[in-house]
C-alpha cells in the first residue's frame, strides 16, 4: 500500500508518472484553477460517463475556492453521489484503470476523492443463443459485470442477497462477485470460494471463466465430466441462488458459474419451469432417456454388429446386412470427427450462410461417404441420431464427456468385445462417482449418493409450485 504524501505535487507526480500520461493518449490529466487552489483529475477516456463529467466540471469551476480538507470538500461539494475519501495510491491508480475517476486537490493533505463515474461499452440484453425458452424471460447477461448484478437484484430482492466483491489477476485486476443467500447457502461452501478467490495466483484471467475454473478448481485431466454449470440466463441464476447455491460472475463475461454441481443438475432446464407440470415432466424424461442413448447408442450398435448373435430377432432389422468397405469401428470414429468438422466449420461461416451450408455439406457428404463405400446408412443415422441429441442439453462440457467417453466405450469393444463394453460401463460409473465438486464437500451423484428420494423424484417429476 502506498499511502498518498502530503504535499499536493508530489501526489499528481506519482500519478501523472504511474499512469505514463505522456505515453496513453486515453489516460487524461484534467487541472482546474478554483479561486487560488487547484484541483487535478485523472481518468480513463471512454470509461467515463461524460455527461456527468462536465457536469461536474461546470459546478467545480463554479466554486469561490476549496475547503481546507479533502473530507469537507466531500461533505459540502461533491454533487455527484458515488465518491469517496481514500489514501491509498494504489488503490486509486486501480481504479482509475478500473474507469473511475481521481480527483485531488491543492488543500486535500494525504487524501483525495474516488468518483465512480464510469460507464462501460455494452450491448443490449438478449436471450442467449444457446438457451432459449419457449416461454418466459427474454433477457440474458452481458459483460458488463454491474448490469449482470442489476439483472439478479431485480430477481431476488432480498436482503440476505449477498454480492460479495474481489479482485484477481496482478495485470489484469479482474472484478468478481461471489453471490449467494446468507440465509441459504453453506457458509463453508462460501468461505472456501471466498478464499480460493482472494488467494489465485494469476497474471491475468485472459479467458474469463476458463481461467477461473482452472485456478479455483482441481481437475484430473482423465476425467472429462464438468465441475461447473455455466448459465446465461439471469432466471436461472436466481433459482440456484434461491436453492442454496453459489454464483461467481465475472466482469466481461455474460455467463456465470454455479456451484456445487452434481451430474444430474445438467439434466434440468429452464423450460421445465415455464411449462405446465405434466409438459415438463414429459421433457425431463425425454431428456434423460436421450442422455443416456447419447453415451450408450453407437457402442450397443457396433456390439450387435460385432456380435449378431446377442441380437434379437425383432430388433435385427436396425443393424446392417453389409458392412461396407471400411470397418464399422472406424466408420463410427470418422463420423465423430466429421461432425465436429462440421460444427468447427459452421462456427467460422458468417452467420447468413452458416445453417445453409451446414445442412448442404452433412447431406452431400453423408450421400456420398454412401456412394464410396465409406460409411453405411446405418452409421449415418445413429450418429445423425448422437449429433442432434447433443443439443438436448446446453452444457458443452457435457456433451464432450459424453463424446470422449462413447469413443472409450467402442474402442474398449473393438479390442475386448462383451468385456471390454462391460469394462467400460464400469469406468464411466467409477468416473462420475469420484469426480469431485468444487470444495470435494457435496457428491457429485446428489440426490444418488447420498440418497434423497424426494430431491431424486423432483429430478424426473416437475412438481406444481407451492405458493
Not at 477516456?45 to 456527468?52: R, V
Not at 470397418?327 to 461461416?349: C, H, K, W
Amino acid at each position: 500500500m502506498r499511502e498518498l504524501s502530503e504535499k499536493y505535487e508530489e501526489n499528481v507526480r506519482f500519478f501523472e508518472e504511474t499512469l505514463r500520461v505522456k505515453d496513453n493518449f486515453d489516460v487524461i490529466k484534467k487541472v482546474l484553477r478554483i479561486g487560488s487552489d487547484e484541483i487535478t483529475l485523472f481518468y480513463v477516456d471512454g470509461l467515463i460517463k461524460d455527461g456527468a463529467m462536465q457536469k461536474l466540471f461546470i459546478y467545480l469551476l463554479s466554486l469561490q475556492g476549496l475547503p481546507k480538507t479533502a473530507e469537507g470538500f466531500l461533505r459540502g461539494h461533491m454533487p455527484y453521489v458515488e465518491a469517496d475519501l481514500s489514501g491509498d495510491g494504489d488503490m486509486m491508480l486501480q481504479m482509475v484503470l478500473s474507469g473511475a475517476t481521481v480527483l485531488l486537490g491543492s488543500t486535500f493533505g494525504r487524501e483525495g476523492l474516488i468518483v465512480d463515474a464510469r460507464t462501460y461499452p455494452a450491448r443490449e440484453t438478449a436471450e442467449p443463443e444457446n438457451d432459449r425458452v419457449m416461454r418466459g424471460a427474454r433477457d440474458g447477461f452481458v459483460e458488463t459485470l454491474i448490469f449482470n448484478t442489476a439483472l439478479i437484484r431485480r430477481r431476488i430482492r432480498d436482503v440476505t442477497l449477498t454480492m460479495s466483491y474481489h479482485t484477481a489477476g496482478t495485470s489484469s485486476k479482474s472484478d468478481i462477485v461471489v453471490a449467494y443467500m446468507a440465509d441459504r447457502a453453506d457458509p463453508k461452501l462460501v468461505q472456501y470460494i471466498t478464499e480460493k478467490v482472494d488467494s489465485l495466483q494469476a497474471d491475468a484471467l485472459t479467458m474469463g471463466h476458463e481461467s477461473l475454473a482452472e485456478s479455483l478448481i482441481k481437475t484430473h485431466w482423465y476425467n472429462p465430466f464438468p465441475k461447473i454449470r455455466y448459465t446465461e440466463r439471469p432466471d436461472t441464476t436466481a433459482a440456484h441462488l434461491l436453492e442454496g447455491s453459489v454464483v461467481i460472475l465475472l466482469d466481461n463475461s455474460p455467463s456465470v458459474m454455479i456451484l456445487p454441481t452434481s451430474i444430474f443438475t445438467f439434466l434440468q432446464e429452464t423450460n421445465d419451469f415455464y411449462l405446465p407440470p405434466l409438459t415438463g415432466t414429459y421433457l425431463r424424461v425425454v431428456r434423460h432417456a436421450v442422455f443416456w442413448l447419447t453415451l450408450f447408442l453407437t457402442p450397443l450398435f457396433f456390439l450387435g454388429v460385432v456380435n449378431p448373435g446377442l441380437v434379437p430377432e425383432w430388433l435385427a432389422f436396425a443393424f446392417p446386412t453389409e458392412r461396407g468397405k471400411v470397418p464399422v469401428y472406424l466408420q463410427l470414429l470418422l463420423a465423430e470427427f466429421v461432425i465436429d468438422g462440421l460444427r468447427m466449420a459452421s462456427m467460422n461461416t458468417p452467420d447468413m450462410l452458416a445453417n445453409s451450408l451446414s445442412v448442404v455439406g452433412g447431406l452431400i457428404l453423408g450421400e456420398f461417404a454412401v456412394s464410396a463405400g465409406w460409411l453405411i446408412p446405418e452409421v449415418i443415422l445413429y450418429m445423425s441420431f448422437v449429433a442432434i441429441a447433443n443439443f438436448t442439453q446446453t452444457s458443452f462440457e457435457l456433451g464432450y464427456a459424453l463424446k470422449f467417453l462413447r469413443i472409450l466405450l467402442l474402442t474398449l469393444t473393438a479390442f475386448f468385445n462383451v468385456w471390454g463394453f462391460l469394462a467400460g460401463v464400469v469406468l464411466i460409473v467409477i468416473l462420475i462417482a469420484t469426480n469431485k465438486t468444487v470444495n470435494g464437500g457435496h457428491s457429485y451423484l446428489y440426490p444418488l449418493i447420498p440418497f434423497s428420494g424426494r430431491a431424486l423424484l423432483s429430478l424426473f417429476i416437475r412438481r406444481k409450485k407451492r405458493h
